[in-house]
């Protein structure tokens, strides 16, 4: 299999849906260290995040630029994908682990939500993100992904709807649930799933999920029983 082929196939895909062609970016089997091959764990969010700065750095017109392991726009034009912030937190969570990322939508917005003081998600794509009519391809395009690195461990970050939601999509298996006993809240901080045999685990999301000390601790310890 030859995720360059999979690549093109969303290059395509975007070229064919216009409202897609509104983001700043795309992200696909993004390595966080350009010199790994295969991914220990494959970390998946819902979609990658968009900075007013990013448009600083802007491809082609009507061409969103990439997140991807043929070119990634940070590394071209800006500081480098060891000075972001989500990096370092999924080297915090996984560390000494090969990681790439994905995401359940691959195209880049201020927000999913649909808050008053950012860009609503869908006055950028025409529908709410739970709407979303692009869910199906990216499902096929990451299933190829986690065929192709064969991964110890894939990580979703966030929780509320999407555990339910992206695993029903998925087809996932349920295995588990853990609660933070050790925090006031007692909430559920691991949701552990299986794809074929591969643990598939949903826990807060890890810059954004208010996830106190106690709780970084016992995912962090979770996670380590699986790379």
Known sequence: MNLSETL????????????????????FNLPLDKTSIKADVLVIGLNPGERPSDWDY???PNTPTE??????????FGKG?????????????LPDSKIFQSEFFFWSSPQTEE?????????????????????????ECNLELIRFHKPKLIVATGTSWKVDFFSNKYDLKHINIL?????????????????????????PHWSSGFISNEEKSEIISYLSKFT
Not at 67 to 76: G, V
Not at 81 to 93: F, L, V
Not at 179 to 203: A, G, L, Q, V
């Open 8 to 27: 093109n196939k969303i290059r395509n895909y975007t070229r064919e849906n216009l409202e897609l062609q509104k983001c700043h970016h795309f992200l």
């Open 58 to 60: 802007v491809n082609t």
């Open 81 to 93: 994908r060891a000075s972001i912030k989500w990096s370092k937190d999924c080297k915090e969570y």
């Open 115 to 139: 808050d008053e003081k950012k860009e609503k998600f869908s006055e950028r794509f025409g529908y709410k993100f739970k709407d979303c009519p692009h869910f199906d391809f990216c499902k």
């Open 179 to 203: 609660r933070c006993e050790s925090d006031k809240r007692n909430r559920k901080i691991i949701h552990h799933y299986e794809w074929e045999d591969i643990p598939f685990i949903f826990s």
């Open 67 to 76: 997140e991807t392991h043929e070119f990634d726009f940070h590394e071209e």
